[in-house]
């Protein structure tokens, strides 16, 4: 779960790697949490010679690990994870369920999640309305380029190259499977190039209008990287997370259930 932009990260005071990136920080945590527990467990069982009870061993090393957590600062959400992690791998662990099939259901994940694993994105869709409200906001001269970075399954591009026969549409995605679901569905439409390919790659000197529904923790450096490279007269839109400590041009407010906000910059 991404925190939100008015709400950056707490940090970590017992410095856990503030450098480190989130999901290697959590690990960490997770393994000492691990260590601590089966480094006292493991030798008073072995003298004793009684077998590890992996039941109070697992529900140990979650209370060890929500407090490192709650101790570390970490976001609320991190302590729930960290409490059941053991627990239930555990528990999961003694269904017997043949390994195979969580390294399917990962896979399967990856090719979905890919951006949530490398770069804190994950995949959550642009509603109609809010490609309603891009129809509004784009202008309307022939020949217009617009981009949608990270495009999902092209739930953004694909309305607008439709209704917008003038304008130049581009997606850009990175997960297998949402990119593949994304090029059959633009597939026929001529306005529309669907790609594969890193949003840190495409240069956006060529494009009128940037739209972006990623999450906060991109946002500062792609500022830098849309002040680098984007034309003066051209519109930069980011769904739902502002980029932090700059103004927007203008913030359109849909009347959606989840009160999407569109923030506009222009260049
Ligand atoms: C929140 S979704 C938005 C999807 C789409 N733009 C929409 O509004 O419906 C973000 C998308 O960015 C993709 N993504 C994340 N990191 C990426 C990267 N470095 N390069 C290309 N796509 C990326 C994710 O796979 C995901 O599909």
Redesign the pocket.
Known sequence: MPSSPSEPDKGIDLQIGQQTRPHMRQLTLQCAAVFSVLSLAWPYFGFRGEELPWPETALAIGAVALLIAILTRQPWWWWLIHALFAPLAWGISALSIDPGWFLLAFILLLLVY??AL??Q??????NNDTAAALAQLMPTRPGMRFI?L???IG??VLPLAKAQPETQFTG????PA?WLAGYFRTAGLANCKWRW????RVNLAGYDVVYA??SPAPMPALWEKIQGEMRPGSLFIS?SFAIPGVAASSVVEIDDARHTRLYCYQR
């Open positions: 890919r951006g490398s770069g994105i994950p995949l959550y869709l642009s949608d990270g495009a999902g739930s953004v850009v995605e990175n997960a949402t390919g890193d949003i840190w529904f990623l769904n």
